[in-house]
């Protein structure tokens, strides 16, 4: 069984910062990628960041220059350091990664529960 366990959500001001990290663990041979999502109320799930093996990087272009993804591979876990957050970043965030798990050789993917960050203005 494989999990993606969230954590760093919370409330803060516009203009302050939080730090979301998530822990992939079970039977996993390889992690191929990683990321965050969002969803906002009433709106689709949306791109927020992905990093790969390799650590390249991709960013949505409304969070380009303020948030940070990074990548500790020895430990399974992403974090995703926001900075300079905005009330419109205002979502659910969820961990995804993208895994090869021991007896399956095909790519599977993999989402976390949600961790919730409130940006009041």
């Known amino acids: 069984q494989v999990q993606l366990v969230e954590s760093g959500g919370g409330l803060v001001q516009a203009g302050g910062s939080l730090r979301l990290s998530c822990v992939a663990s079970?039977?996993?041979?390889?992690?191929?990628?990683m990321g965050w999502y969002r969803q906002a109320p009433g709106k689709e799930r949306e791109l927020v960041a992905t990093i790969t093996s390799s650590g390249s990087t991709n960013y949505a272009d409304s969070v380009k220059g303020r948030f940070i993804i990074s990548r500790d591979n020895a430990k399974n876990t992403v974090h995703l350091q926001m900075n300079g957050l905005k009330p419109e970043d205002t979502a659910v965030y969820y961990c995804?990664?993208?895994?090869?798990?021991?007896?399956?050789?095909?790519?599977?993917?993999?989402w976390g529960q949600g961790t919730r960050v409130t940006v009041s203005p």
């Open positions: 079970g039977s996993i041979l390889r992690i191929n990628a």
């Open positions: 995804h990664g993208r895994l090869i798990i021991w007896g399956v050789f095909n790519e599977l993917e993999y």
